[in-house]
């Protein structure tokens, strides 16, 4: 089994409807291999990077930037994973009430940093929250799940 970790802050009901989006689009029945889990930023740790194939970041913007718990997560992991995971595939969400572009800057330059491999563009959750950000969420779980599953990520 691959392992598929979703670290996503979830302060509000949407955001926490996102994360678990996400985890549905990761346990699509037709993906066999994949075992996905959803920490919260400041739950997850180095060792949970270590045993992980794949992650998905998801991000709330916060003053045009990540969200802080996020940028703790990335903080605690960053050296303690740098050299044994170059090229950890992830995939990124952001759901932001400005444009985004400022969090999505910012996360690309660390996870650039870790030399992660990104797998598709980020999701960028723009504006007042849409019901269809749920169904966003899943088709980018499901496409990283499946993409572990399949050996091309």
């Not at 400005?98 to 723009?126: C, F, K, M, N, Q």
């Not at 950000?133 to 799940?145: R, Y």
Request: hydrophobic share 40%; net charge negative.
């Amino acid at each position: 089994m691959k392992k598929l970790l979703i670290v996503a802050n979830t302060p509000s009901e949407n955001t926490a409807a996102l994360a678990h989006a996400a985890l549905k689009g990761c346990r699509h029945p037709d993906i066999e291999s994949v075992e996905a889990v959803h920490l919260q930023p400041l739950e997850a740790n180095a060792d949970d990077v270590m045993t992980a194939d794949g992650i998905i970041l998801g991000t709330t913007e916060n003053f045009g930037y990540m969200s802080g718990a996020l940028k703790d997560f990335f903080d605690r992991i960053y050296y303690p994973v740098l050299e044994q995971k170059q090229g950890t595939p992830y995939a990124l969400y952001v759901r932001a009430g400005l444009d985004g572009t400022g969090t999505i800057s910012a996360v690309e330059r660390i996870v650039t940093g870790l030399r992660w491999r990104s797998i598709t563009d980020p999701v960028l959750l723009h504006g007042t929250y849409q019901p269809d950000f749920t169904d966003q969420c899943e088709s980018l779980g499901m496409l990283m799940a499946a993409s572990l599953d399949a050996g091309i990520a």
